[in-house]
T-cell receptor, first 114, second 111 residues
Framework: KAGVTQTPRYLIKTRGQQVTLSCSPI?????VSWYQQTPGQGLQFLFE???????NKGNFPGRFSGRQFSNSRSEMNVSTLELGDSALYLC?????????????FGQGTRLTVV | GQSLEQPSEVTAVEGAIVQINCTYQ??????LSWYQQHDGGAPTFLSY????GLEETGRFSSFLSRSDSYGYLLLQELQMKDSASYFC????????????FGKGTRLHILP
């Protein structure tokens, strides 16, 4: 069974640009959660989508948004990029959502903002 | 606010036992999870404690005490491949920022 796939793996963007990251969950999983990982702040929850609806949202500005498609694939968008947005962005899929006991993470997208 | 505290680094010897602690200041959570992350890799799920007590999965065990606001991950018969970062996490009840993670503990294993 294929794991969680994130694309692209690496990305370099300039301040002020926007970026879209993609996550394909494990087949059959309807929940996709997104996380930002930085050395200083660790892993922080961005939001969760379940059956195309945003179910939970972390404490991030509105520049961070996402969506989920009918096939459960999810995209995350960051607009007006700032240097501080440089991070590893991880998505995780699970059957039931963030209340689930086990989430499967993708390899992440390493975003560098210059 | 809600927070999870872990030691930033722990060092142990191959073949030994090591305990990684996680203390928390939060209320109303479903359970405590542990994840392992190797450098450059994705976090992988290790264990979950919904109830107080010890959960054992092979060489790894995890413990939770809600009355003490404390949990730990116990790794036995350490192997070099166990060198990684370990994160505890809780899933919160009735909050939008549904899940919070500790900052992670870097485990160094000496031969």
């Amino acid at each position: 069974k294929a794991g969680v796939t994130q694309t692209p793996r690496y990305l370099i963007k300039t301040r002020g640009q926007q970026v879209t990251l993609s996550c394909s969950p494990i087949s059959g999983h309807r929940s996709v959660s997104w996380y930002q990982q930085t050395p200083g702040q660790g892993l922080q929850f961005l939001f969760e989508y379940f059956s195309e609806t945003q179910r939970n949202k972390g404490n991030f500005p509105g520049r961070f948004s996402g969506r989920q498609f009918s096939n459960s694939r999810s995209e995350m968008n960051v607009s007006t990029l700032e240097l501080g947005d440089s991070a590893l962005y991880l998505c995780a899929s699970s059957l039931k959502g963030t209340g689930d006991t086990e989430a499967f993470f993708g390899q992440g997208t390493r975003l560098t903002v210059v | 606010g809600q927070s999870l505290e872990q030691p930033s680094e722990v060092t142990a010897v191959e073949g030994a036992i090591v305990q990684i602690n996680c203390t928390y200041q939060t209320s109303g959570f479903y359970g405590l999870s542990w994840y392992q992350q190797h450098d450059g890799g994705a976090p992988t799920f290790l264990s979950y404690n919904a109830l107080d007590g010890l959960e054992e999965t092979g060489r790894f065990s995890s413990f939770l005490s809600r009355s003490d606001s404390y949990g730990y991950l116990l790794l036995q018969e350490l192997q070099m491949k166990d060198s990684a970062s370990y994160f505890c996490a809780v899933v919160l009840m009735n909050r939008d920022d549904k899940i919070i993670f500790g900052k992670g503990t870097r485990l160094h294993i000496l031969p």
